[in-house]
């Protein structure tokens, strides 16, 4: 949307290039290392670089054939940022570090040094992402300063096309690439200086105005005109983009199949079945282990701190929602005074937070040790008993209270279709600063965009948001 698709084709391409070169130079610099510079001692005599030389031509291509089924050259993002192309480029070269492993073992006339390939995965991950991270600089450049961005015309009426024309306007991104509206109907909050013609001129302006993709936003045109109006893109070579009328149906993984020739729409509300539901076990388990292990200590002089400065039990439990309306108990460090519980009642009129959820920034149930295990989410740590029953993930959206879900709308009780977690994208997005619509929103595209590495990603922000401890009250 923000990069032309002719620009965007001609990244990718220089992308595949310089993967190439870059792999096969970190085939040379292992040699390098390895054997001439003497920096690790040879004990025995080692073949001429000739061998890897030929051996690294035939790992590129291999290479580029495996980031190219795990699409690292699909679409560009430029808001991609350094740790999500850290973990996908890892991933990327981990499989296929396996594969070149896997070709050794099966071609036999050279005894290759397996020093050399260690080395070459360690250096082709280094330079590999510090060639994309300068294609990404690159990229950003040429759009602050205008060369290859889109040029966007949206056609509609009503409130989604002002949704859609605001959002693209108010983003720096895409601001320079929405040149304006033609409207189909009442467009209150759009400018007089962004309004082109009326429908009719369509072909005009695609034209005048060197239109590069076009956004339909009316859900009552007829079929005849949304023909005509692709008719028109495609005589112009314009990306064609529309807003269907159950938009917001249309999430998580969606499809096109064909019936006789006739468009089917089908599309999975979730992302997690099968094997990633056991990866996903198999991550909460094995980390879950190693965190109760390291954190024992911690555990202990909590305990012992909330003893000794506030009647009542250490821990404090309370029931509730897991995945499909499940039930509950989760476990938390009690942070507040006992009878916090039947003290709520009178804050209630004190609520910071919208929606069904009650937040106050000086809590007076909240004891002195509580206020710092708060801030710093100590008093979340039992939960990971709850993750090693089952009852929790460590990356999903945060269980609500009983009394919370019962005042969700419809489109928010889908953030109750998947385990909760102890953290999850609105905690690393502002914690409790975070409106109560964006944590649903937050949640809802956690759920539908999973992956494994979106869950490593999350845990790796969460330490820093955590110790910074902004928005944690």
Request: hydrophobic letters at 45%; charged letters at 20%.
């Amino acid at each position: 949307m923000i990069v032309k698709t002719s620009v965007e084709r001609g990244i990718r391409y220089l992308q595949v290039l310089l993967d190439f070169l870059v792999i096969n130079l970190s085939v040379a610099l292992a040699y390098l290392i390895r054997f001439p510079l003497g920096i690790i001692p040879v004990r025995v005599a080692y073949q001429s670089y000739s061998a890897y030389f030929y051996s690294g031509f035939i790992m590129s291509i291999l290479w580029i054939l495996i980031f190219g089924f795990m699409g690292h050259y699909g679409s560009f993002d430029v808001r991609k940022t350094s740790s999500r192309e850290a973990a996908h480029l890892a991933a990327g070269v981990f499989v296929s570090a396996v594969g070149t492993m896997a070709l050794t073992f099966i071609y036999r006339s050279y005894a290759y040094s397996r020093l050399v390939l260690a080395i070459t995965v360690a250096v082709a991950y280094i330079l590999l992402f510090a060639e994309r991270r300068g294609l990404f600089s690159l990229t950003r450049l040429l759009v602050r300063k205008g060369i290859g961005t889109s040029r966007i015309l949206l056609i509609g009426k009503g409130e989604i096309l002002s949704r859609i024309f605001n959002r693209l306007k108010n983003d720096p991104l895409t601001s320079p690439c929405v040149i304006g509206v033609i409207p189909t109907g009442d467009c209150p909050d759009i400018p007089a200086d962004a309004v082109f013609g009326s429908i009719e001129q369509l072909k005009w302006v695609l034209i005048r105005e060197g239109i590069t993709e076009l956004i339909l936003c009316d859900f009552d045109i007829s079929q005849e005109e949304i023909l005509r109006i692709i008719y028109e893109c495609h005589k112009e070579n314009i990306l064609f983009e529309m807003v269907p009328k159950i938009h917001g149906l249309l999430s998580g993984n969606i499809r096109i199949d064909y019936i006789d020739g006739i468009a089917t729409i089908a599309f999975s509300d979730l992302v997690l079945k099968g094997w990633q539901r056991i990866a996903k076990r198999t991550l909460d388990v094995v980390f879950t282990t190693m965190a109760l292990i390291l954190l024992l200590p911690l555990f202990a002089a909590t305990a012992v701190a909330i003893k000794v400065t506030s009647p009542g039990p250490v821990f404090f439990k309370q029931v509730r929602i897991g995945r499909n309306g499940r039930r509950f108990w989760m476990w938390k460090f009690r942070s507040m005074y006992e009878d916090a519980e039947r003290r709520l009642a009178e804050l209630l009129a004190l609520n910071e937070k919208e929606g069904p959820i009650f937040k106050i920034r000086n809590d007076p149930r909240i004891t002195p040790i509580g206020r710092f295990i708060r801030r710093y989410s100590i008093d979340e740590l039992p939960q990971l008993f709850n993750v090693m029953l089952g009852d929790m993930s460590l990356v999903g959206p945060r269980p609500p209270l009983p009394s919370e879900v019962e005042k969700y709308e419809s489109w928010q009780l889908k953030r109750t279709d998947t385990t909760p977690g102890m953290t999850g994208l609105w905690q690393i997005s502002g914690r409790s600063n975070t409106s109560f619509a964006d944590m649903v929103r937050l949640d809802i595209s956690y759920i539908e965009n999973w992956s494994i590495w979106l869950d490593i990603y999350i845990l790796m922000k969460t330490i820093p948001a955590v110790l910074k401890s902004e928005g944690a009250y």
